[in-house]
């Protein structure tokens, strides 16, 4: 027979002799006394903060249904995050998060984070922004910060209608931006490249026809 806590593969193991008996034993003891400590050790990442790129089905994995109200919509029609796109609107933790996806079963292109006014601190500490960019970064990757007032990187032109000057940049193209103290902005570069298609396609619209005489 195994000792009183040994794992049910040691109980099959051929008999051994009373020394490495006990010497087994105090390896699992140790195993087990260390186990916990070593759990205590790994980084925990927030799992509130959704992921750019991520599909409606996985933000509903993650949050529920969607919290698409009347006055969601309102919004949603009124200040859009991208024009033209399907938005969703989700609650989690004090937390809400207005998405937008270019397709039905498509990713997020475009993310806001701000709180609910739940009776917590409205403004978005530090450590907030850093968790959102920390679950929103994949291996191998930072985020730069660039601005027009003079950071890391300079301001590329085709970012200067961003509206903050507070931009990070990963190295996909990927941004995250502060618009105010109360929201956090994450966006892929779909969601620039859909909105600069939707210009020249309005320019185009815009033109007179000439036609011939």
Not at 27 to 35: A, G, N, P, Q
Not at 132 to 139: G, R, S
């Amino acid at each position: 027979m195994g000792t009183p806590f040994a794992p049910f593969w040691l109980t099959l193991m051929p008999s051994s002799p009373p020394s490495i008996r006990r010497s087994t034993f105090g390896v699992e003891r140790s195993v087990f006394i260390l186990f916990p400590l070593l759990l205590a050790l790994i980084p925990v990442v927030p799992s509130a903060e959704a992921r750019i790129g991520e599909t409606p089905f996985q933000f509903a994995i993650r949050y529920g249904a969607p919290k698409d109200t009347v006055s969601a919509k309102a919004c949603d029609k009124n200040s859009p995050l991208v024009r033209g796109a399907i938005h969703h609107t989700y609650e989690y933790q004090g937390w809400k998060i207005r998405a937008a996806f270019l397709h039905p079963n498509g990713p997020a292109v475009r993310i806001d984070f701000s709180k609910l006014p739940n009776g917590q601190d409205l403004p978005i500490r530090n450590s907030e922004l850093e968790a959102i960019k920390t679950v929103n970064t994949p291996f191998g990757m930072t985020w730069d910060q660039i601005s027009s007032g003079g950071a890391s990187q300079p301001m590329p032109a085709s970012l200067a209608s961003i509206m903050s000057d507070k931009i990070w940049r990963r190295a996909d193209g990927a941004l995250v931006s502060l618009h105010g103290p109360m929201i956090v902005r994450i966006e892929l570069p779909a969601a620039r490249r859909y909105e600069e298609h939707q210009k020249i396609r309005e320019a185009r619209k815009a033109q007179p026809v000439v036609r011939g005489s």
